[in-house]
């Protein structure tokens, strides 16, 4: 099976920045996926994370650790527009095989205030 | 390019009724898939396809059926809907990239209220 722990809820203020952590115990890991959420809309893709390290992709960073079964993804110079669900993702399966499907942490919702 | 769509958005049906969830994508994506998303839940993998006529039970399969007879189409059907089956309904469909890891597009959205 799969378990994935990120916090519920954060705060930050405009141009600070946040970060947010992400646990996983899986069975097999294919890659760590970060998407964020508006609110009701459909989540979009932000980062993929398969090997150990930072990937920066402007002001979001998303940072994996392999052997600790640990992410977090970083937003810098937060904007109001950042305000949303960041949903934590993992692949258990390699991309070519059956059960080609992510698992899905609760999402954390952060609010940026001004 | 309509990408990924489903049908109705928003519905309101009662207990013990059949309701199907409609999903079009145009990608030619192989892999598609069903969640359902609640409060203190996240998304729940209910179904999902890896092919036409191939598919396979996710976390909540319980009270759903799907079908894919077209690579494009991708249908959920709660068979006899219940209370706890009202919830938000997204249907995806996944790439398979080496750089992006394979990212799931999503549809909209559809909203299930079962009275």
């Known amino acids: 099976g799969q378990n994935i722990d990120q916090p519920t809820e954060m705060t930050a203020t405009e141009g600070a920045i946040v970060q947010i952590n992400c646990t996983y115990q899986t069975s097999g890991f294919n890659g760590l996926f970060w998407y964020q959420q508006h609110a009701g809309e459909a989540p979009t893709f932000l980062s993929y994370?398969?090997?150990?390290g930072l990937e920066e992709k402007g002001r979001f960073s998303s940072f994996l650790s392999r052997s600790k079964g640990y992410s977090y993804l970083l937003l810098k110079e937060l904007q109001m527009k950042d305000s949303a669900s960041y949903l934590c993702?993992?692949?258990?399966?390699?991309?070519?095989?059956?059960?080609?499907?992510?698992?899905f942490g609760g999402g954390t919702r952060v609010l940026v205030k001004p | 390019d309509a990408g990924i769509t489903q049908s109705p958005r928003y519905k309101i049906t009662e207990t013990g009724r059949q309701v199907t969830l409609m999903c079009h994508q145009t990608w030619s994506h192989s892999y598609m898939f069903w969640y359902r998303q609640d409060l203190g839940h996240g998304l729940r993998l209910i179904y999902y396809s890896a092919a036409a006529d191939i598919t396979d039970k996710g976390e909540v399969p319980d009270g759903y059926v799907v079908s894919r007879s077209k690579t494009e189409n991708f249908p959920l059907t709660l068979e006899s809907a219940t209370r706890s089956q009202t919830s938000v309904y997204f249907c995806?469909?996944?790439?398979?990239?080496?750089?992006?890891?394979?990212?799931?597009?999503f549809g909209e959205g559809s909203r299930l209220t079962v009275l």
């Open positions: 993702a993992v692949s258990g399966a390699k991309i070519k095989a059956a059960g080609n499907k992510l698992t």
């Open positions: 995806a469909s996944r790439v398979t990239s080496s750089l992006t890891g394979g990212e799931l597009f």
């Open positions: 994370n398969v090997l150990d």
